[in-house]
């Protein structure tokens, strides 16, 4: 369990001391947020705020599990390895994205093909490398029956997989790019769920198979390949989201951009799949999904009916035009996102009291 702690001080220590430096780099390049004209009138003072930040918590996250291994003697896993390949791909992604809205001025940076092919790329790979490196046991890093708090049901297959890996890769960094609207709302919602997978990491490396072979009944444990790492790696994430947090918060000194959040969901995404919880991670990142449906919501009914639903999508700039200050919008919607990894976790633990 050492692991755990160092990865997560070692994570908060390095943003909280390394992103003032990456503040000042970038605003030495000019590499400040370009604000949309439609957009909230309010975000207006926030031209020129560093952006990018998102290479604060990434590094931080792979030095952070590197030293960690180190201090510990410890091996790494391909659970884990594939996790933060995932981060910083989609990472790598995000900041192609964040330089072309930079250099060339250009608010939607990337074009669409261009950033679904990367996003592609990188996700196929994850996805085809989780069902390799099979263990002593033939455990992969994923599998290819769908899970809630374990899996269930039968195999979809490799191809159906890979499908559903991609949806989900996509689905979770979209929705945190969503929600990446006001000063630290994405950040703080992210801490909470890596807390979550930190915690799920350690009770099914605890109630694993491995250590339950005399059990009478199998469905008590659970079937995880590296369940200790994820929950390395969670924690590393953790701690440097929560470090960024502080250079993040209102009145954000930088913000972490597409390359930030299109990392922050990819590890959403890995960590859901390789721990076994894939429709899980619905729940306990429920306010990356209800944001993502207010857009859908929105841009539905308009083509329905010209008529709009919200003010303004995504959601948080419907209640900004209603007058609600950001902090204040920014705390209820971390309760609203505290109150689903509390019912998450709920759900997690009695999927595991019901089979026990």
């Not at 755990?4 to 590499?31: E, Q, S």
């Not at 250009?106 to 592609?120: F, T, V, Y």
């Not at 960094?173 to 000063?183: E, H, P, Q």
């Not at 930190?198 to 469905?219: H, K």
Request: glycine share 12%; proline share 3%.
């Amino acid at each position: 369990m050492r692991q755990i702690l160092f990865a997560g001080v070692i994570g908060m220590f390095l943003t909280v001391v390394g992103t003032p430096l990456l503040i000042k780099l970038l605003a030495r390049k000019g590499y400040g947020q370009f604000i949309r004209d439609d957009g909230p009138r309010g975000h207006a003072a926030k031209k020129g705020t560093p952006t990018m930040g998102g290479i604060s918590f990434i590094l931080a996250t792979l030095i952070a599990y590197a030293l960690t291994k180190v201090i510990t003697s410890s091996e790494p896993t391909f659970s884990g390895l594939l996790v933060l390949f995932l981060m910083a791909g989609m990472g790598l992604v995000g900041y192609l994205d964040d330089y072309i809205k930079i250099v060339k001025r250009r608010s939607l940076g990337l074009r669409a093909k261009a950033k679904m092919a990367g996003q592609l790329i990188v996700g196929i790979a994850f996805a085809v490398l989780a069902l390799q490196f099979s263990d002593s046991r033939g455990l992969t890093p994923a599998s290819t029956r769908l899970s809630f708090v374990t899996d269930f049901g039968w195999s979809i297959g490799p191809v159906l997989f890979v499908v559903w890996a991609l949806f989900m890769i996509l689905a979770m960094s979209n929705g945190v790019n969503l929600t990446d609207g006001l000063d630290g709302l994405a950040t703080g919602a992210a801490v909470m769920v890596f807390g979550a997978y930190t915690f799920i990491g350690v009770w099914q490396y605890q109630e694993s198979c491995v250590n339950a072979q005399d059990l009478t009944n199998p469905g008590a444990c659970f079937e995880v390949r590296d369940p200790l790492d994820l929950a390395v790696v969670a924690s590393a994430l953790m701690g440097a989201c929560f470090g960024f947090l502080w250079w993040n918060t209102s009145p954000a000194k930088i913000f972490m951009g597409d390359t930030g959040s299109l990392a922050l969901g990819g590890a959403l995404a890995g960590l859901a799949i390789c721990s076994r919880t894939e429709f899980l991670i619905a729940l306990l990142g429920g306010l990356f999904v209800l944001i993502t449906m207010s857009v859908v919501i929105q841009v539905g009914f308009f083509k329905l009916t010209r008529k709009r639903v919200f003010r303004m999508a995504p959601l948080q700039h419907h209640f900004e035009l209603k007058g609600w200050s950001e902090v204040l919008i920014v705390v209820r919607f971390w309760i609203i996102q505290g109150m689903c990894v509390i019912v998450g976790l709920g759900l997690f633990y009695a999927g595991w009291a019901a089979d026990k």
